[in-house]
């Protein structure tokens, strides 16, 4: 009886642990909006284009669209993710989403991100659960 007892606690701290080393872009995000922002421009936003899933094997899948000056953008393709500290890497298609990411807000249902060209555009997405 004591070593089934045992061996449940240490079930339990094991699933503990390797649950709370699941980072929190994992699951199925709307992306509540996307903007882009240029120096000295107007910015460029787009609300409620859809959603984008993280899965715990480092894959996941876009479905977007969304209309930016007049031009419709679909995204629907699958995607590579690796998460470091704050930096969010997407790799894949090219893609407006297809890049290094700066997480700057980081909860468990809401996510915000923000990515620059190296110029003079700064993009920011809010996902949101």
Same mark, same amino acid.
């Given at each position: 009886?004591?070593?089934? $007892? !045992?061996?449940?606690?240490? !079930? !339990?701290? &094991?699933?503990? &642990? #390797? $649950?709370?080393?699941? %980072? ?9 909006? #996307? ?7 107007? *910015?460029?936003? *787009? ?16 479905? @977007?669209?969304? +209309? /930016? @000056? ?7 393709? %699958?995607?590579?993710?690796? !998460? ?12 407006? #989403? &297809?890049?290094?990411?700066?997480? &700057? ?7 915000? /991100?923000?990515? +620059? ?9 809010? @996902?949101?659960?």
């Amino acid at each position: 009886m004591k070593k089934t $007892s !045992l061996n449940f606690i240490l !079930l !339990l701290g &094991v699933i503990a &642990v #390797f $649950s709370s080393c699941s %980072p929190r872009i994992v699951g199925v995000w709307n992306v509540e909006s #996307f903007e882009t922002v240029s120096q000295g421009k107007e *910015a460029i936003s *787009a609300k409620n284009i859809g959603k984008i899933t993280f899965r715990k094997d480092g894959t996941g899948v876009k479905d @977007l669209s969304f +209309t /930016i @000056l007049g031009i419709v953008k679909e995204d629907k393709t %699958p995607f590579k993710w690796i !998460l470091n500290d704050n930096l969010l890497t997407i790799s894949g298609q090219e893609s407006d #989403f &297809v890049k290094t990411w700066i997480v &700057v807000d980081n909860q468990k249902k809401y996510q915000k /991100i923000k990515s +620059t060209d190296g110029a003079d555009q700064v993009q920011t997405v809010v @996902l949101r659960k």
